[in-house]
């Protein structure tokens, strides 16, 4: 029966990645002669299915839906049409993200806000392009936060309102740990 399923799983007239890696789980139980090929089809499969995943994303120019595309095919990189479709969505993902990121840290550094500051340092942080391209001006946005949490920290402490301490706390919590570095919190 493992066969069998294994077998109809493999020669679908369109392919279905999901049955046939259930039939090849299935399979591996009884240690069955296709399952070499039936890997290498499934391998093939998922990856047909990144590139079309990657590709659409590309001419949507959706920085979430390219995030997710590249995620999917990082682990084919080594089929050399994948891995250059994988260069090329990179850039185009850091030339779509970037402009957000650097507004959204400008608009942060000028609303002294600390949700929005720990938003956009925690984001800038995280994307390394632009944690390269302004880590000056991250550790600026890093500094800006600490002050603001410890000045919030502070008059919490003087008011002695314990919901406004916890506030404070729960804001201290969510600094992000590169721009608290140079700060203890």
Not at 53 to 65: H, M, T, V, W
Not at 98 to 105: D, H, S, T
Not at 106 to 130: C, G, H
Request: glycine share 4%; with cysteine.
């Amino acid at each position: 029966v493992a066969a069998s399923a294994l077998e109809a799983a493999m020669s679908l007239a369109s392919p279905n990645p999901n049955a046939l890696e259930r039939a090849i789980r299935n399979g591996v139980k009884f240690s069955l002669s296709g399952l070499p090929k039936a890997k290498d089809l499934l391998v093939d499969w998922q990856d047909a299915a990144g590139l079309k995943a990657l590709q659409s994303a590309r001419e949507a120019k959706d920085i979430a839906s390219l995030e997710r595309a590249i995620r999917g095919v990082r682990h084919a990189v080594r089929k050399p049409e994948l891995s250059e479709q994988l260069k090329e969505a990179t850039g185009e993902l850091e030339a779509l993200k970037l402009p957000v990121l650097e507004a959204a840290l400008e608009a942060a550094l000028n609303s002294n806000e600390v949700d929005a500051l720990t938003a956009a340092v925690s984001d800038a942080i995280k994307f390394k392009p632009m944690a390269v391209k302004h880590k000056q001006r991250i550790g600026t946005a890093g500094e800006k936060l600490c002050e603001l949490v410890m000045a919030a920290l502070e008059a919490a402490t003087q008011d002695k309102e314990s919901e406004a301490l916890e506030r404070a706390l729960g804001k201290a919590r969510r600094v992000p740990p590169a721009s608290s570095a140079s700060h203890s919190i």
